[in-house]
Every structure is written in C-alpha cells, then in structure tokens.
C-alpha cells in the first residue's frame, strides 16, 4: 500500500504543477473546470434517471463526458459528480446513489426512526 502511495505521489510529480496530489484515488488539481455544457435533457425513461453531463479529469487536463440513462434504484436517488474547490485546489466527488429523504429531515429514511411523521421540517 505504501509503494502504491509513493508511486503514485512520484506520477503526481511528474506531471508537473497540474496536479498536485494522489492519495486514496483522489486527485487534487489547480486548474478550475469549464462551465458546465447545457445539454437537452431527453424525455423520460420509464426505469431510468438521467445523468447529467460533467468535466472529468484525465490525463492532464478536463474532458466533457455526455449524459446519460441509468437504471433507477428504488429508494434511491442520483447525485451527479461535481467539482469543489478547497483551499485553491479542485477535486471531483464522483456520482453516487444516495438513499432518499422523504421529509426532507436531513436523515436518510433508512436510517430515520419516523421517516414520514409530517411535524418535521
């Protein structure tokens, strides 16, 4: 696990300022992602979510990936990738299915011990 790190932090080096650090398959880089494309979003999928489009890193520099249908999870719902910024730094949290809310109480239903009780903001 070790050599992967230093491995990986040697790359990192390599590339030059771009990117600045490689550990547990993050990557941080220095240069800010293009304005999101606006994409025509298709007409519904019956059993689908549509998935944005989103910048991608690769190599050393963003790359547009289209949108896309993806089989709906129930109880779940879809949070596209996004890119942060921390501290002059970018790093991309990648999509994820997360478990829904369902009065929106900032806990999971799953986890939630009265998940519709209607007296909750």
Not at 14 to 41: D, H, K, M, N, W
Not at 79 to 105: L, N, V, Y
Not at 109 to 114: A, H, K, L, P, S
């Amino acid at each position: 696990m070790l050599r992967t790190v230093l491995l990986a932090a040697m790359l990192a080096a390599s590339l030059g300022s771009t990117v600045t650090s490689v550990a547990a398959a993050t990557i941080y880089v220095q240069v800010a992602p293009p304005p999101l494309r606006v994409e025509a979003i298709p007409t519904p999928r019956r059993g689908y979510a549509w998935v944005p489009g989103y910048w991608n890193w690769r190599g050393q520099r963003h790359v547009w990936v289209a949108g896309s249908w993806m089989r709906e999870r129930q109880g779940y719902r879809y949070d596209a990738p996004r890119w942060q910024e921390r501290d002059g730094r970018w790093t991309q949290e990648r999509g994820r299915w997360s478990r829904r809310d369902r009065d929106r109480d900032g806990v999971p239903n799953g986890q939630d011990r009265r998940p519709d009780d209607p007296r909750r903001n």
